[in-house]
């Protein structure tokens, strides 16, 4: 499947142009996930590679399909030079190991926690992960597999991921736009919830 990767990496380069830093993570019976930084001005872009070499599968099927079944990257977008967040490249990783380790299937309007601050300082310890189709398009593959997503996260504090879990996703989503919130900034604080 590393033809996938060749692939993704790709159409990472047409979209966001030459990577300015790549770190790789390995853990204990899963392939390799690196995270590629691109820098856009003040925005700092990251986004994960390895995550798509595999099809997600349900976590109630006995065998997984080596072709059918979601594929995904993971893509965060920050405001650079505002806080620490190159430490951000770990946690990202794990999110992006989660299929492969814990079964799961990462999709638009979940969240994914990672137990503790995305970043040195951070008030972020969970992301929502929010439709893809903006800033990278969908990566199509030869029948049958299915396409590449690009799945941009959105950092959420403890209290709105909570609130999230009450009232959803796109009702917290609603909130974020009905105040305003710079959701790159990288020392922003949680959203009003009352």
């Known amino acids: 499947m590393s033809d996938v990767l060749e692939l993704v990496e790709a159409r990472l380069r047409t979209s966001l142009g030459e990577p300015d830093a790549r770190a790789a993570v390995t853990f204990l019976g899963t392939d390799r996930i690196e995270v590629l930084r ?3 001005g003040d925005v700092v872009r990251y986004v994960t590679l390895g995550m798509s070499a595999q099809p997600m599968a349900d976590p109630t099927a006995v065998v997984a ?3 059918l079944g979601p594929r995904a990257e993971l893509v965060l977008s920050v405001r650079g030079g505002r806080a620490d967040t190159d430490k951000v490249l770990r946690p990202l990783a794990v999110l992006a190991a989660s299929p492969q380790v814990e079964g799961v299937v990462v999709a638009p309007g979940g969240s994914l926690d990672v137990g503790g601050p995305l970043w040195p300082g951070a008030a972020f310890t969970s992301v929502l992960v929010a439709e893809p189709g903006g800033l990278i398009g969908d990566l199509e593959l ?3 597999m299915d396409p ?11 209290n709105e991921a909570a609130w999230k879990r009450v009232h959803g996703a796109e009702a917290l ?6 105040h305003g919130t710079d959701l790159r900034d990288p020392l922003r ?6």
Do not use: G, N, S, Y
């Open 189 to 194: 604080t949680a959203v009003p919830l009352d």
């Open 148 to 158: 590449v997503r690009f799945l941009p996260l959105l950092p959420m504090t403890p």
């Open 142 to 144: 030869d029948a049958p």
């Open 65 to 67: 399909d080596p072709l």
């Open 38 to 40: 691109f820098v856009d």
């Open 173 to 178: 989503q609603e909130r974020w736009l009905r």
